[in-house]
């Protein structure tokens, strides 16, 4: 399947000169949203996982059902003021400003061998910080999974010490 086809793009969203790929329509189409977790299965399925974290919010959506597929749990990765229990916090820099996430202390246990995944991959600091948080909590980030990649804002570069899979990828 075209999964590419599945993904509507919307220009000059959230601002001008922006173009949005919006996953919503993929999400709506069943036979997409099956084939993107089959193949983010297929990827993972025969490596050592402990657990999948995943980044609020989109993160959660693929995230959850991969780590079903998995048989391993689920982690979430929050903004800040969501989680209850006692949490540790990473915060890193935007284009336009200064941002936070915050993972439970008791999440990731020490070795653990941890998959996360999101979205999107743009300039990689949302995904350096989970790789932080994930790190202080002693696991091992054992991969980074996206559904995009938009390749022309080189986010691989901050995660060059981790292996980085994407189901698609977008040069502009």
Avoid at 39 to 65: C, H, W
Avoid at 127 to 137: G, I, P, R, Y
Wanted: overall charge negative; proline content about 4%; some cysteine.
């Amino acid at each position: 399947m075209d999964l590419a086809s599945t993904i509507r793009s919307v220009p000059n969203f959230p601002i001008e000169g922006i173009l949005f790929y919006d996953i919503t329509t993929l999400l709506k189409n069943p036979v997409a949203l099956q084939e993107t977790i089959d193949q983010l299965t297929a990827e993972y399925q025969n490596k050592k996982i402990d657990v999948v974290v995943g980044m609020e919010s989109r993160g959660f959506i693929f995230g959850m059902p991969l780590a079903y597929r998995l048989g391993v749990g689920f982690v979430p990765i929050r903004k800040p003021g969501k989680l209850p229990a006692k949490k540790l916090s990473e915060s890193y820099s935007l284009e336009y400003g200064i941002n936070t996430l915050e993972i439970h202390v008791d999440a990731i246990e020490a070795g653990q061998h941890v998959l996360i995944v999101d979205d999107l991959l743009a300039t990689g600091g949302t995904a350096k910080a989970s790789c932080n948080l994930v790190e202080k909590l002693g696991g091992k980030v054992v991969g980074l999974a996206f559904v995009i990649e938009l390749s022309f804002l080189n986010g691989r570069k901050k995660l060059a010490d981790y292996e980085v899979f994407s189901l698609l990828q977008y040069d502009k």
